[in-house]
């Protein structure tokens, strides 16, 4: 990683600061302490991976914003989304559901998370069951 540039540098300290925070935290739970190196190195690989993730692909486009527009229900109806999450290294999901009525207005939202082994088309699934319960 070529750290010449002062923002990068910044990047790099505060990179470093967050890995300390989130090994702190691991340890907190029962995990392992990370030497310096290790810490180090974890940001390192986080910093660079942040960086690839910023470059925007050229053949990627995206989707007019007109696709991306929420769509009201019908009147006296009730719009139903949900999402989720899969946090594999712990065997976690994370669900959310928001319901908005006619006029977009959220009516009530609840998010949760579930100690759940599943990959990303078995949380979708799982989203949409716990929206028809919770419903």
Same mark, same amino acid.
């Given at each position: 990683?070529?750290? =010449? ?11 470093? +600061?967050?890995?300390?925070?989130? #090994?702190? =935290? ?5 995990? @392992?302490?990370?030497?310096?190196? +290790? ?5 390192? @690989? ?6 690839? +993730? ?13 696709? =991306? ?6 009147? %006296?109806?009730?719009?139903? #989304? ?17 319901? @908005?009525?006619?006029?977009? %207005? ?8 579930? %100690?759940?082994?599943?990959? +990303? ?15």
């Amino acid at each position: 990683m070529d750290l =010449n540039k002062e923002s990068d540098l910044l990047d790099m300290v505060l990179m470093i +600061a967050w890995s300390i925070w989130r #090994n702190s =935290n691991e340890v907190w739970q029962g995990g @392992r302490k990370l030497i310096a190196a +290790a810490i180090y190195g974890l940001a390192t @690989r986080l910093l660079e991976e942040y960086y690839v +993730a910023q470059e925007t692909p050229s053949q990627t486009q995206d989707p007019p914003p007109e696709s =991306n527009k929420w769509i009201p229900p019908p009147t %006296r109806w009730y719009k139903v #989304n949900t999402d989720g999450a899969v946090f594999s290294k712990h065997k976690w999901i994370g669900i959310g559901v928001i319901v @908005r009525d006619d006029q977009g %207005r959220v009516v009530v939202t609840m998010s949760k998370i579930l %100690r759940a082994p599943l990959g +990303a088309l078995e949380v979708k699934a799982k989203a949409l069951q716990v929206a028809a319960v919770f419903g």
